[in-house]
Structures are given as C-alpha cells and as structure tokens.
C-alpha cells in the first residue's frame, strides 16, 4: 500500500502544441528511466517534444504535492541532424537515441569542469569545456567522418550517417 508521505513518479510526453500524454506513474526512478528511454528511442516520428518528470507527495495538499524532477527537450543530432537527440534540463547532458548514432554529451564523474561527448560509431570521444562546444565537436567529428570518406571513395553519401 502506499502511504503518505511516500513518493510517486510520473513521466509526462508534451506535444509541440502543449498536449500531454501520460507515459507512466512509477515508485522506482529505474523503472520510470526505462519507459522514458523506451519512448525516446520512437519519439522521432510523433509530435512530443518534451518529457517532464514529476515527484509526488501522497497526502500533501496544495502545490506543493508536486515537484518537477526534470524535463529532456527533444532537438536534432549534431551528429545524424535527426530529432532523435534528447537534451536534459539546462543542457546538463544529452543523447541520440537513434539505434546507428547513438552520440552524447555528459558532464565528467570526475573535473565537474569538464564535459565529455562522444560518437561511438566512429569510436570517438572528445573532453570539452561547456555543452556548446560538445555540440560543435560533435558536427565536427560527422565532417570529418565524411572528409574520409571522400578521400576513399569518390561519392560521399551523407544519407550514410
Ligand atoms: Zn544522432
């Protein structure tokens, strides 16, 4: 049973027209986690282009029952341009959810003044000092990724990446 004072999460897709769907109310951050990465990896073709995730207080009245956790904005890959590159809150870390790109940007465990990104599909990671940068970075490892294979092959095809 839950009892007040107990917390429940729940995540809410929005739509660009500020609709909201509810994706799911859970206990665990982990089981939330895995439905959100579930629905970030399809959200390409559909129209929401934000999920908030809510903590609840059982028994609370008033605004106060509700917190935001966190928000993750859905915008293009530096990398694969698709809308597949879901970034969180501030731009405190981000991710391509597409199954070829997979590139992301997250802040080092260790120099909090630091920010790593990486494109495993080219097996590259790169330090860098603000999320911005990681983001040119990013479009620079793509250019450079095409440069070679201009230089291999006479037709570049860009669809490739
Ligand atoms: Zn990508």
Redesign the pocket.
């Known amino acids: 049973m839950v009892a007040r004072g107990d917390r429940l999460l729940t995540a809410i897709a929005i739509g660009r027209e500020g609709g909201e769907e509810v994706l799911a109310m859970m206990i665990e951050d982990e089981d939330l986690d895995m439905v959100i990465r579930g629905f970030m990896a399809d959200a390409e073709n559909t129209d929401i282009v934000e999920i908030r995730v809510d903590s609840w207080t059982v028994g609370t009245i008033g605004p106060d029952a509700r917190e935001i956790e966190r928000t993750l904005r859905r915008d293009a890959?530096?990398?694969?341009?698709?809308t597949?590159?879901w970034i969180e809150g501030e731009e405190i870390r981000a991710a391509?959810?597409?199954r070829?790109?997979?590139?992301w940007i997250e802040p080092n465990s260790v120099d909090d003044e630091r920010i790593d990104c990486g494109w495993p599909s080219a097996q590259k990671t790169r330090a860098c000092s603000s999320f911005g940068e990681a983001k040119r970075v990013l479009t620079q490892m793509r250019a450079e990724a095409e440069a070679n294979a201009a230089e291999t092959t006479d037709v570049v095809d860009a669809s490739e990446f």
């Open positions: 890959c530096p990398v694969c341009t698709r597949s590159f391509c959810h597409d070829l790109c997979k590139a």
